[in-house]
C-alpha cells in the first residue's frame, strides 16, 4: 500500500525548520563528532604511546559495544517511568566527566572500564532520545527526521579522521578527549532549552515485578506486531551484514583489486555517501511503498551490492557495490526506525526503542566476531556471494509474510 500523503509533508530541508527537532539534531551532531574524535584519540593512545596489541584495541570496541547490546531494553523500562530531558541532561554531563578520566590512564584495561561506564550511560541516552524525537517531532515529519539524524552519524564519520588526525598531530591525544567532553556540555546546554511533554503514565510502585512486566510488555508488543517484528529483523540482518562486511574490505581490496590504502578509503567513503543518498531519496520512496516494502528493497539492494563485490574484481564496480550497500542500510535503518516510534504506544517508546537498539547492536557484535572465521571457511568472494543469495532468499521470504497484511497503521500516526 502507498504511503499516504501526509509522510511527505516534510522533507530534509524543512524539517529542520522545526526549532525542537533541530536542537536536538545539533545537538546529537556535535556530540558524535566529539565522540569519533575521541575514539581515534584513544585509538592513536593505544597503538602509539602504550604499544598496544590488536586484541587490545578491539576489546575497547567491545567494552564500549556489550553494554549497549546487554542494557538498552533494560534501560528502555527505566526511561518510560523517567523524565526524559533530565536523563539526556544527566548522561550528558556524566559522559562529559568520564571522557576527562581518560586523560589519567595509563593502560588499556583502564580504557576498556571507562568506555564500558560510558556505554553504559548511553544505553540509558539512546531511548530518551528516541522518545524526545517522538515527543517533540509532528508524526509526518518522523521519516525525514530519522533520515537527518542517521545522516548526521555518517557525515561525522566521513569529515572526522581528517578533524582527529590533524587533532593529534598538532596537539596530541588528550585535544581529543577536551573537545569530545565540551561535546557533551554543548548539547546539555542546548537540550535545556527544549519543552518535552510526554502523555502521562499511571503512577504505581515501582518493584523489580512491575520492571520485569514493563520489559515483557514491551517485547511482547514488538513480537505480536507483524510489522514491527519484521522490520526490527531486518535491521538486525542489515547491520550484521554491514558489520561483517566491515572488517573484510580493506582485505578484499589488497588480495581481489591488488590495491591500497587510498582505494580502500574511496571505498569506505561510497558507504557514507549512499547512506546519506539514500536518505535523501527516502521521503519520494516512502509516497510510493509502504515501509515494509522500503524495507524489503532495501534487504534487496543490500544482496545486489554484496553480489557485486563478489563477482567483480574491478575499482569501479566495487566503488558501486559499496554505494548500494550504504544506500541499502539507509532504506533498512531510517523505516524501521520511524515505524517503531509512529506505531509504539507512547507509554512504551523507550522500551520500543531499547530493544531496537539492542538488536542493532547484537547484529553488529555478532558480525564483527563471525566475520573473520566466515571469511576463513568460505573465502571473502564466496562469502559475499552467500550473503547476496541470503539476502535475495531472506527477501522473498519477508515479501510472502507479509503479502496481504494490513500496513495502513505504518504509514500514519499511533
Not at 90 to 116: E, G, H, P
Not at 237 to 250: C, D, G, Q, Y
Not at 288 to 317: E, Y
Request: charged share 10%; net charge positive; aromatic share 10%.
Amino acid at each position: 500500500m502507498a504511503a499516504s500523503a501526509t509522510t511527505s509533508a516534510f522533507t530534509q530541508k524543512t524539517i529542520l525548520k522545526h526549532r525542537p527537532f533541530r536542537i536536538l539534531w545539533m545537538a546529537q551532531f556535535v556530540s558524535i563528532f566529539g565522540d569519533f574524535l575521541a575514539l581515534f584519540g584513544v585509538i592513536s593512545l593505544i597503538t602509539f604511546k602504550l604499544h598496544g596489541t590488536a586484541v587490545q584495541v578491539t576489546s575497547v570496541t567491545i567494552a564500549y559495544v556489550l553494554p549497549l547490546a546487554v542494557l538498552s531494553p533494560i534501560a528502555g523500562v527505566f526511561v518510560d517511568h523517567w523524565n526524559v530531558k533530565r536523563v539526556m541532561i544527566v548522561s550528558d554531563v556524566v559522559r562529559a566527566v568520564l571522557i576527562l578520566l581518560l586523560l589519567f590512564v595509563t593502560d588499556v584495561w583502564q580504557i576498556c572500564t571507562i568506555f564500558f561506564a560510558i556505554s553504559t550511560v548511553s544505553a540509558f541516552f539512546g531511548p530518551a532520545q528516541s522518545v524526545t524525537v517522538r515527543t517533540v517531532v509532528p508524526t509526518e515529519g518522523l521519516l525525514a527526521a530519522n533520515g537527518l539524524m542517521t545522516n548526521a552519524f555518517f557525515v561525522v564519520r566521513l569529515v572526522s579522521p581528517f578533524a582527529a588526525g590533524t587533532l593529534i598531530a598538532t596537539l596530541g591525544e588528550k585535544a581529543c578527549f577536551y573537545v569530545d567532553t565540551a561535546s557533551f556540555i554543548f548539547p546539555a546546554l542546548m537540550i535545556l532549552s527544549l519543552t518535552v511533554v510526554r502523555p502521562p503514565r499511571a503512577q504505581g510502585e515501582k518493584t523489580l515485578a512491575s520492571l520485569t512486566a514493563d520489559f515483557l510488555e514491551g517485547n511482547k508488543f514488538i513480537f505480536t506486531h507483524s510489522g514491527l517484528s519484521f522490520v526490527f529483523l531486518a535491521m538486525a540482518v542489515a547491520t550484521f551484514v554491514m558489520s561483517s562486511f566491515s572488517p573484510l574490505i580493506s582485505i578484499y581490496i589488497r588480495d581481489m583489486l591488488h590495491a591500497g590504502p587510498f582505494v580502500f578509503g574511496l571505498c569506505s567513503s561510497m558507504v557514507g555517501i549512499g547512506l546519506i543518498v539514500g536518505g535523501q531519496l527516502l521521503p519520494r520512496v516512502n509516497r510510493a511503498l509502504s515501509r515494509t516494502n522500503v524495507v524489503l528493497s532495501g534487504l534487496f539492494i543490500l544482496g545486489l551490492g554484496a553480489a557485486g563485490l563478489g563477482a567483480f574484481r574491478f575499482l569501479a564496480m566495487a566503488a558501486a557495490s559499496m554505494f548500494l550497500i550504504g544506500l541499502a542500510i539507509s532504506f533498512v535503518l531510517i523505516p524501521a526506525q520511524t515505524m517503531s516510534q509512529q506505531e509504539t504506544p507512547p507509554s512504551m517508546v523507550a522500551r520500543v526503542s531499547g530493544s531496537f537498539m539492542s538488536l542493532m547492536w547484537i547484529g553488529q557484535v555478532l558480525g564483527l566476531v563471525l566475520s573473520g572465521f566466515l571469511a576463513q571457511k568460505l573465502g571473502i568472494r564466496q562469502l559475499f556471494l552467500t550473503s547476496a543469495g541470503a539476502m535475495v532468499v531472506i527477501t522473498a521470504a519477508g515479501y510472502l509474510m507479509m503479502r496481504g497484511k494490513n500496513q495502513t497503521s505504518v504509514q500514519t500516526a499511533a
